[in-house]
């Protein structure tokens, strides 16, 4: 059985840092695709950043620059270190782990999340 979850989150002011790490259990092998979506209040799940087997990686253009995601190939852990945060980044993040080799839409196998709150 796949199980997905995240570490990490918190509460930050406006310009810190923060790294988050997804681990994924159970699959007997590598996750083609290892995803962070976020969902803030009010508003849509938004794809916030992935990564491939292959150290492919997609960003939203809101965290360019800013989100970092990293994996090392063949491993079912992945890792999106956070800076320069904004109080928009407020959200719970979820990761998602997919067997398929697509960004979107997601597989089945989610976390639970974990809150990011950016506030002064």
């Known amino acids: 059985q796949v199980q997905v979850v995240e570490f990490g989150g918190g509460l930050v002011q406006p310009g810190a840092s923060l790294n988050l790490s997804c681990a994924v259990s159970?699959?007997?092998?590598?996750?083609?695709?290892i995803v962070w979506y976020r969902q803030a209040p009010g508003k849509e799940r938004e794809l916030v950043a992935g990564?491939?087997?292959?150290?492919?990686?997609t960003y939203a253009d809101s965290v360019k620059g800013r989100f970092t995601i990293s994996r090392e190939k063949g491993k079912n852990m992945a890792e999106m270190q956070m800076n320069n945060l904004k109080p928009e980044d407020t959200a719970v993040y979820y990761c998602?782990?997919?067997?398929?080799?697509?960004?979107?839409?997601?597989?089945?196998?989610w976390g639970r999340g974990t809150q990011v709150t950016v506030s002064s």
């Open positions: 159970g699959a007997p092998y590598a996750m083609a695709v």
């Open positions: 998602n782990a997919n067997p398929s080799l697509t960004w979107s839409p997601p597989s089945i196998y």
């Open positions: 990564i491939s087997n292959w150290q492919a990686t």
